[in-house]
Each structure stands twice: as structure tokens, then as C-alpha cells.
């Protein structure tokens, strides 16, 4: 899919790269992006790599959380959705990453947004969402409010790469303040007992939210790449890829939990 026009930017890109080096003068960046060596036809080898492996790390987890939790999981249908919306993701960020155009660019950021959404929509069904249906149901409405003003205001009024940011830092850190409230346990319903919950779910929320939150720093302290492929950003892909084990993980786990707090009620009948 490299076009002539494609190559010329390339090959003008480090000659760039080289003069600016010449000069004494710091490595610039190019549309919002540092200069990458390309592996065969693939832009930014690092980061379309280790986005392979997470959307390959959700596949695994997914299939073994369905083939473990029964649907009858009170977070059943919600947890196999947040999988499938980050499958979808990590899909179109290796394809960014792989060529970066105008469409794939906007699919991988809008995309990316939808799963801190999710995922703050995930936690809340978690902590309130359970036992208060018409909360969770204002707050999904929100979430979706949301998206489709951040995504209407990229498309049509002005792709600004600062203003995406923030609003994605913004909403990671609300998602990762509310995940911590996750791994506290909380019953289906008010007079449902609370079996002892796993305390490997728990620990294995917050070793999985903690670091997301450091890794997200990697995203406003970038670097220019090691070797012209390593950058913070693909270190940042990289770190996500044990995180996301982890907390399907917990997510596992806590379903499973969750199942045996609504059949006790049952068994003691």
C-alpha cells in the first residue's frame, strides 16, 4: 500500500532527520509522530507488533472467561462486550500503526476512546450497576453521550491531537479511580450474602490498574525512538499486554464470584 507519494515523504522525512541532526538541532517530529525506521511495509514495526500481541492477549483471555464463566454471571454479558470492543481496538491500532492514514488514524483513536469508556462503564456496572439498574442505565447514556460528542467534535469541527489527549487521560483516570472501587466486592443484590471473595481477584485488580496508571505517563513523557523504533509508545503497548491477562483475570474471577453469591440464597432455601 505504499504509494510513490508515500515513499517520497519517507525518504524526505529523513533526510530531514539527517540535516536537522547536522545542525546540532533536537529529532523533530512529523505530524504529530517521530521518524520510524519501517520493516518491510509496516510503518511503526514496535508498536503494530505489540498491539498484535494484545489483541492476541484479549482473544486468549476471552475464550478462556467464556469457556469458565457460565452466562447465568450476573457480569457475564457485560465483560464479553468490553473483550469484543477491545479486540476491536488493538485491531485497528496495528493497522495504524501498520499505515497510518486519515481514516485508519481516526479508527484507532476513536476506537481507543470507546474502550476507556467501556471500561469506565464496566466498573460501574461492577460497583453500582448491580444493584441499582436506573443508575448504571443514566450512566451508560452518559458514556454514550460522550463518545459521540468527542468523535462528532474530531470528525467535524477540528482533529486536535492535544485536545484527544487529555480528554483520554481524563477519562482513563476516572475509569482506573473507579476500577479500585471494583476490587472491593460488592453483592448482586441487598440481601445477597458475600461468599468469600478470591483474594487473588482483588490483588489481581489493583496489579492490573496501578500500573496502567504509570504506563499512562509514558504517554505525556515521550522520547524519540530507541534505535528509530522503540518509543514511548510502544513501551506503553507493550507494558498492557500482561495488564490485560490480569485483569480478565479478575474479571474471571469476580464473575465467578458473583455467581456464587446469587445461587446462596437458592441453597439455603
Avoid at 500500500?1 to 546540532?24: F, H, I, K, P, S
Amino acid at each position: 500500500g505504499w504509494t510513490c507519494r508515500d515513499e517520497c515523504r519517507y525518504e524526505c522525512m529523513w533526510l530531514t532527520v539527517r540535516l536537522y541532526a547536522q545542525g546540532g538541532y533536537q529529532v523533530p517530529q512529523f505530524h504529530g509522530k517521530w521518524p520510524f525506521s519501517r520493516f518491510l511495509f509496516v510503518q511503526e514495526p514496535a508498536s503494530a507488533f505489540a498491539s498484535l500481541l494484545n489483541g492476541l492477549a484479549s482473544l486468549v483471555m476471552l475464550l478462556r472467561y467464556r469457556a469458565s464463566v457460565p452466562p447465568a454471571s450476573p457480569m457475564y454479558r457485560t465483560c464479553v462486550t468490553s473483550a469484543a470492543v477491545s479486540l476491536n481496538a488493538w485491531f485497528w491500532s496495528t493497522v495504524f500503526h501498520t499505515k497510518d492514514t486519515a481514516l485508519t488514524e481516526k479508527l484507532d483513536y476513536f476506537c481507543a476512546s470507546a474502550v476507556l469508556l467501556h471500561s469506565t462503564y464496566l466498573c460501574c456496572v461492577r460497583t453500582l450497576g448491580l444493584r441499582r439498574p436506573a443508575l448504571v442505565s443514566a450512566c451508560r447514556a452518559l458514556l454514550l453521550l460522550l463518545l459521540a460528542a468527542h468523535v462528532s467534535y474530531l470528525s467535524l469541527v477540528r482533529f486536535d491531537y492535544g485536545y484527544n489527549m487529555m480528554a483520554n487521560v481524563a477519562v482513563g483516570e476516572a475509569g482506573h479511580a473507579v476500577g479500585m472501587g471494583a476490587s472491593h466486592p460488592i453483592p448482586s443484590h441487598p440481601g445477597a450474602p458475600i461468599p468469600s471473595h478470591p483474594g487473588a481477584a482483588g490483588h489481581a485488580c489493583a496489579a492490573a490498574v496501578l500500573p496502567l496508571q504509570a504506563l499512562a505517563l509514558l504517554e505525556l513523557l515521550d522520547f524519540p525512538p530507541l534505535l528509530w523504533v522503540l518509543d514511548a509508545h510502544a513501551v506503553w503497548h507493550l507494558g498492557t499486554i500482561p495488564l490485560n491477562v490480569l485483569f480478565y483475570s479478575f474479571l474471571l474471577d469476580d464473575s465467578l464470584y458473583l455467581l456464587r453469591a446469587n445461587s446462596e440464597p437458592l441453597k439455603a432455601d
